[in-house]
């Protein structure tokens, strides 16, 4: 893939997809704080449809991309568009292993968590669309475990592949030591949401206690 470079002094067009729309609104403001001149927000999208409605219409030349969104995922978004000069900047709550080595190996540039500062995501922006590989400090060894052989990532697939990308994350989160009214604010879920996709985890991976997760997301470097 080839991008055409933007001229120097020129923000970075961007598009901005997650599916939380309060998400989206504080990136956009982040942005355009600390990153006038630099970066410019010309279109937001919260599902697979509109990502790549957004990517064809505006031409950016970063798409800023949640890993788990309704119609498929951010691979999907990446998948359903070929030849776009845009390139891809993975932003998410997860830093799991096959989150991470999954988007890499489905297009994407760089993978970010969503703890990173307001100037940090400029700066990863800008060195995006010039055409470097950004990741948090501790994603990057993800990736060069998986392609040292080191992690098996059709193992840990098998394993999530039993659930939703909902569960998934409400699994990470629980399995780090956090409560269940932590994980609903963190979501944007209700308690009783997360206690129904708890209760899901545990069936489907036949567990039986929150202890047991931990060690068992732990065991496959999930956390």
């Known amino acids: 893939m080839t991008t055409t470079p933007t001229p120097d002094g020129a923000p970075v067009r961007v598009v901005v997809v997650d599916d939380h729309a309060m998400f ?27 990502a790549v409605a957004a990517v064809a219409t505006h031409e950016p030349e970063v798409v800023l ?4 969104l309704p119609g498929g995922g951010g691979v999907e978004v990446m998948r ?11 932003l998410s709550v997860s830093d799991a292993a096959e989150d991470v080595i999954g988007t890499i190996r489905g297009g994407a540039r760089g993978y970010v968590t969503k703890t990173i500062t307001g100037p940090e995501l400029v700066a990863a922006i800008r060195r995006v669309s010039e055409g470097d590989a950004v990741f948090s400090p501790r994603l990057a060894g993800f990736v060069l475990d998986a392609f040292a052989g080191s992690i098996d990532v059709a193992a840990v697939d098998e394993d999530l592949d039993r659930l939703t990308e909902r569960e998934r994350e409400v699994m990470r989160l629980i399995a780090r030591g956090y409560a269940y009214k932590e994980v609903a604010k963190e979501l944007f879920i ?25 060690r068992w997301a732990n065991d496959r470097r999930l956390l």
């Open 24 to 50: 989206r609104s504080g990136v956009r403001a982040e942005l355009t704080s600390v990153g006038a001149g630099q970066v410019e927000v010309v279109a937001e999208a919260a599902d697979v449809d509109e």
């Open 190 to 214: 209700s308690i009783k949401t997360v206690e129904t996709h708890m209760s899901s985890v545990l069936r489907k991976l036949q567990l039986s206690s929150r202890h047991e997760l931990t």
């Open 65 to 68: 991309l949640d890993v788990h």
């Open 80 to 90: 359903r568009s070929p030849g776009t000069p845009a390139r891809f900047l993975a």
